[in-house]
Structures are given as structure tokens and as C-alpha cells.
């Protein structure tokens, strides 16, 4: 014998149903293929340590984690392409640079530091003060230069309100010195002007400068650290030369947008916290000239809003325009 429920209690049942159904797919993530943004363009440091993880990353999420390039504008067109969703499959890579420098100065991008959720910090990139080979005697030959000719001592950086633009102000602010600022499109091209003689020094990170350092087409004349690099025992550190105000580092990390659900997050945050522990990619981080310098989601996040703070600090004590 058929039992006819009430129409009522029917509509009820299939509601409940649905919404446990609903439910269950909401929590199958992820269940896609993720899009992990690089805001530069192929074969630059960030999008190598992208290439490196994402394959990792793969294994564990089981899904296709394939690296997108959408470079321009100082890396804000990458950030507002991967912060346009908020699904948890759009993740973005970087860091002091398209989170930091790209929000302190000059024209915003379309997303802001209350958009952005850390995933995990990756790791960071000391800033090396580079020079032609004899063009300064030493570290105090440059400061004398600098001081007695204020505004002629050119130096190069990757272009104008990046983070080597900012490291320039921080500079001259700690070493009471004024630098003629030339902005490129890159610290490759800053790197090679220097080598040149185009330009009397360049900012760029160890990680640019390291093998041509190392082969003696460059000389260092500082590094922005606390001690020196054990891969650059040659070139002294900023605080060790007197100038502990100058130390700075380029973060580099992974984030998603805010609005990600939480526990989406989470898993995001749990898969790179397992693939930033394993050796081997360390070593290859390290290998490509980078320090790794593993940090959660939770401190990352602050990291990039103490940074942001900082450099706000340096924009709002110079003129960032040239």
C-alpha cells in the first residue's frame, strides 16, 4: 500500500534535499582546474618560483594548476585579473611589488590591500647596489661621491614606484644622500646599463646579480641585509656598514581574494604550507638565487600590510614621479 504524503511536506522534503545536495558540492574544492596568476612576464624570478610549486601543488589539490602571465602596469594588471573573482580559483604570486609598491604610489589599481588574503609567504630577495667593475673603490667612495655631488650619481632601478624605486628613497633618506633616479623596464636592463658604464649603479635583486657578481663582470657595493649572503661573501651588508635603517627585502608570496570563502582559504593555505616544507623545493628556490622564507597565510597577511605601511611612509616624504 502507497502512502501519499501531504503536497506540503513534499515541496519541504525536496527542499532539504536540494540544499543538502547544494551543500555538498559547495565543500568539493577544489573540483577545477586554478589559475595561478604571475603579474609579470615567462622567466623572471616570480614566474620561476610559480613554475616550480605549481606542479606540487597539482599532486596534492588534484586538479590542473596552470600558470598564467599577465604582466603590465607593475604587476597590477595581474592582480586585478586574479582579485575579479572570489571562487578560490584564481590564486596570484608576488608580493612587495604588485601588493606593496603598486598600492603606496602614483595611480591605484583596481583592487586594494583590504582585497587581498595571504596564502603563504614563499620566499624573499635581498636588494644589491651594483656597479661596473672599478667605477667605486668601495662602499665609502660611493657615499663620499654621492654626498659631495648631490644629484649626479646616476642609479638604475626596474622602473619608476617599483620596489627598487622605493629602496632608492629609502636609501638616500638613511644615507642623507640625493640619487639621480633612471627608471627601466626591468632589473636585467639595469643591470646591464650598470655593466655598461650607461649609468654609475643599478638596484636589483641578489637573485638578477648573483652569477655576474660572482663571475666578476659586476661589483657589489652593498646588499640590503643584515649580514652578508653566503652566496655573495664579498659584498657587505647595509646594517653591518652602519645603516641599519636601509635593510629591506622583496617579499614575494601567494594570495587570493578576500572574499574567498574561508574554508577555502584554508585548504589553500594547508596545501602550501605542505608543498613550501618539502627540501627540494627550497633548495630550488635557493639554487635560483632566492633566500627561502616559508611563512603562513596569517603572517603573511600582516608582513604585506606592515610593508604597505612602510612604503606609504617613503611616498608621502618624496616626489615618486621621477
Not at 500500500?1 to 559547495?26: F, K, V, Y
Not at 636588494?127 to 667593475?133: A, D, H, Q, R, T
Not at 633612471?182 to 639595469?190: E, T, V
Request: glycine share 8%.
Amino acid at each position: 500500500m502507497s502512502i501519499r504524503l501531504p503536497r506540503a511536506l513534499m515541496r519541504c522534503i525536496a527542499a532539504i534535499s536540494l540544499g543538502l545536495s547544494l551543500s555538498a558540492h559547495a565543500d568539493t574544492y577544489p573540483s577545477r582546474q586554478i589559475e595561478f596568476v604571475v603579474p609579470y612576464g615567462a622567466g623572471g624570478s616570480t614566474d620561476a618560483y610559480a613554475r616550480l610549486v605549481a606542479p606540487r601543488l597539482s599532486e596534492l589539490l588534484k586538479v590542473p594548476v596552470v600558470v598564467v602571465n599577465r604582466a603590465g602596469a607593475a604587476g597590477a594588471i595581474g592582480g586585478s585579473y586574479a582579485f575579479a573573482t572570489s571562487d578560490g580559483y584564481r590564486i596570484l604570486a608576488g608580493g612587495s611589488s604588485n601588493l606593496g609598491a603598486a598600492l603606496a604610489a602614483g595611480p591605484k589599481p583596481s583592487y586594494t590591500i583590504d582585497d587581498v588574503a595571504g596564502v603563504a609567504q614563499v620566499l624573499i630577495n635581498p636588494i644589491v647596489l651594483i656597479s661596473k667593475k672599478g667605477r667605486f673603490a668601495s662602499f665609502d667612495a660611493f657615499l663620499q661621491e654621492a654626498r659631495s655631488k648631490p644629484q649626479t650619481v646616476t642609479i638604475g632601478t626596474w622602473g619608476l614606484r617599483t620596489l627598487g624605486h622605493f629602496y632608492l628613497e629609502q636609501v638616500a633618506q638613511n644615507l642623507n644622500i640625493q640619487l639621480r633616479h633612471i627608471p627601466y623596464d626591468s632589473g636585467a636592463k639595469a643591470m646591464l646599463a650598470a655593466m655598461s658604464g650607461e649609468i654609475d649603479a643599478a638596484f636589483v635583486t641578489a637573485a638578477t646579480a648573483k652569477t655576474n657578481i660572482l663571475a666578476g663582470n659586476l661589483a657589489g657595493v652593498f646588499v640590503s641585509t643584515e649580514q652578508k649572503l653566503p652566496d655573495l661573501p664579498a659584498v657587505e651588508s647595509i646594517k653591518v656598514l652602519g645603516f641599519p635603517g636601509a635593510v629591506a627585502y622583496a617579499t614575494e608570496g601567494v594570495s587570493t581574494n578576500a572574499k574567498v570563502p574561508a574554508q577555502r582559504i584554508a585548504v589553500l593555505r594547508k596545501a602550501f604550507d605542505q608543498v613550501l616544507a618539502d627540501p627540494q623545493v627550497m633548495a630550488s628556490i635557493r639554487a635560483g638565487g632566492s633566500e627561502p622564507a616559508y611563512l603562513p597565510g596569517a603572517q603573511y597577511d600582516q608582513r604585506l600590510r606592515s610593508e604597505l605601511a612602510q612604503l606609504r611612509r617613503i611616498a608621502s616624504q618624496v616626489k615618486m614621479d621621477d
